[in-house]
């Protein structure tokens, strides 16, 4: 992921040194991805993000295009946020709808470190290192090269399609055993961004799907043929459907989620590189 001094510009406000630093990984001068600390008066805590990486990408798209931007009827009890990578969509449902209790589910080592710092000071939030599948047992993680944010998990036997080289093995969850694991009888919104893995946890989704009332899904069926077909025949019953950014929402009447305005915001606050 390159360093494109404009878009960062356009995500957060870029000032002092750290115009410089960004320059020179724009240059190529520094490869090695740096990690920043962003700071927002709307934001509880600061968190930190990689440059170069994906990670900025992802701020772009919750804190400026506002894809998970929604009205509610009341304050929804329980999120779960599968495919979390770093964080950021827990932290803006956490800072969004303070009183929630939010799953933050990510397979990957290197994004649950910093996934890790970035939700520790909330006490609403809940690192979980594994991954979103439809059978509890150990599964591939690989990288098919599309950045922090691309990782896709498959079955360790059973699938011959090569989807990028092997990183490691990590604990597949089925929804409800995470229900099961942190005391959930009901979910209000389970969020999921989890590179392909849908087509997998969807196939047979009769346990727990009436259990949700709104799902917002990013499907990848450009990257694992039969996505969408899962997705949607795992999903019989929900009330209403629209697209918004990535996601497909899908939500039941019933639900505490109506759809909300798109809109678009001004930069974050404030770029600081750490200082160790």
């Not at 779960?80 to 990957?108: K, L, M, Q, W």
Request: hydrophobic share 40%; glycine share 8%.
């Amino acid at each position: 992921m390159t360093c494109n001094l404009e878009y960062y510009n356009h995500v957060v406000r870029v000032q002092g040194p750290v115009v410089a630093i960004l320059a020179a990984i724009h240059a190529k001068n520094i490869t090695t991805p740096i990690l920043f600390q962003i700071t927002d008066p709307d934001i509880k805590y600061p968190f930190f993000i990689r440059v170069p990486s994906s990670d900025i990408s992802v701020c772009g798209q919750i804190f400026i295009g506002h894809d998970y931007a929604f009205n509610i009827t009341r304050q929804p009890k329980t999120i779960v946020d599968a495919g979390a990578n770093i964080g950021i969509a827990s932290i803006y449902f956490s800072n969004t709808f303070p009183s929630s209790r939010i799953i933050a589910i990510e397979p990957e080592k290197s994004n649950f470190e910093i996934l890790k710092r970035n939700v520790g000071p909330y006490e609403n939030i809940i690192p979980v290192c594994g991954a979103l599948w439809h059978e509890n047992r150990m599964i591939h993680l690989v990288d098919p090269g599309l950045g922090k944010w691309g990782f896709m998990t498959q079955a360790s036997d059973g699938d011959n399609k090569n989807y990028g080289d092997l990183c490691h093995e990590i604990s597949g969850i089925t929804v409800d055993m995470i229900m099961k694991e942190y005391g959930i009888d009901h979910i209000d919104i389970l969020k999921m961004d989890i590179e392909g893995a849908e087509r997998e946890v969807f196939r047979n989704a009769s346990t727990w799907i009436e259990k949700v009332d709104v799902l917002i899904v990013e499907l990848h069926e450009r990257m694992k043929s039969g996505c969408n077909r899962s997705f949607y025949n795992g999903t019989n019953g929900f009330d209403d459907e629209w697209i918004q950014g990535e996601n497909v929402y899908l939500a039941r009447n019933s639900s505490c989620l109506t759809r909300g305005e798109r809109r678009t915001a001004g930069p974050l606050h404030n770029l600081n590189p750490e200082i160790a």
